[in-house]
């Protein structure tokens, strides 16, 4: 089902998020920026969370690869194998921006805008997601998973269909409002709004597909 090489890169990702937090961190001041408030305020916490945040990018390597195998419909992860490994890299990238936006404003502060980079890398990682949502074969891990669509294979492949459109239409609308000259609070409620229907439709959605397979039963 994986792809070797795909999986190595995973875990290299991973480390080189430790990696790097280990050697900057005798650097690092004793507070460091960990999160940016709608009204422009930053939070602090001790420097130590450096090593719980990219420690996440581990976790998560791990669980790419046990959650898989004990699903209990682990066979059809064959079928999007190439998507899912595509998947569990660029997770990694996402984690390690994430971690270089700590760093960064921690030895230059201002350097980037916070709201934009974020917006700009959920956008793109909702692009893919759309793409290959479609591509997704019933399972407990990845996906769109309601009572509804784990009970059938149709209701899943409708959800996933719609869904895949939602997520790419949210990803080009978090990419596109990131540029808008917009107070940080509006455009994260905008950012926000996108991303929760684009979650939400296809989930209800497939309640009334189901509830439609029913009666014709």
């Not at 480390?15 to 602090?44: C, F, K």
């Not at 990682?125 to 669509?149: D, E, Q, V």
């Amino acid at each position: 089902m994986k792809n070797p090489k795909m999986r190595i890169l995973t875990y290299l990702l991973a480390a080189a998020g430790l990696l790097l937090a280990a050697v900057l961190y005798p650097r690092l001041p004793e507070q460091i920026p960990t999160n940016w408030n709608l009204d422009g305020s930053v939070t602090y916490g001790g420097r130590y969370t450096i090593f719980l945040t990219s420690g996440t990018g581990l976790v998560l390597a791990v669980l790419f690869d046990v959650l898989p195998k004990i699903d209990p419909r682990r066979e059809n992860y064959q079928k999007f194998g190439g998507y899912y490994d595509l998947f569990c890299v660029l997770m990694e990238v996402f984690l390690l921006v994430m971690n270089g936006i700590i760093l960064t404003e921690t030895f230059r502060p201002g350097t980037l805008s916070v709201p934009m980079t974020v917006m700009l890398g959920t956008g793109f990682l909702f692009l893919f997601i759309g793409n290959a949502m479609p591509k997704f074969r019933s399972n407990f891990y990845m996906g769109i998973k309601t009572p509804w669509t784990i009970s059938s294979e149709e209701v899943w492949r409708k959800t996933h269909r719609l869904g895949g459109k939602c997520f790419f239409a949210a990803g080009l609308v978090s990419i596109l409002i990131a540029f808008l000259p917009l107070d940080s609070t509006v455009l994260f409620g905008l950012y926000t709004a996108f991303l929760l229907i684009s979650c939400l439709a296809p989930a209800v959605l497939s309640y009334f597909w189901w509830r439609q397979e029913q009666d014709r039963s």
